[in-house]
């Protein structure tokens, strides 16, 4: 699509916060609603980064 983003797959993502612990994000949008996925992105942001949430989470799931 040329958008002019990478995007990567979940182990990419892993292996490169693994070799850079400051591979972090201002903003994180997520779309699926998935509580772990959510759970995740959290530990994603850099200080002061923006969590943007459009996924609606299962009604028993749970974002600790």
Do not use: W
Request: proline share 9%.
């Amino acid at each position: 699509m040329d958008t002019g983003y990478k995007l990567i797959t979940p182990d990419e993502l892993k292996e490169n916060q693994e070799a850079d612990p400051d591979y972090l994000f201002d903003l994180i949008v997520d779309c699926s609603g998935y509580p772990p996925a959510i759970e995740n992105s959290v530990k994603l942001l850099q200080r002061g980064g923006k969590l943007c949430c459009f996924g609606v989470a299962p009604p028993h799931g749970e974002i600790k």
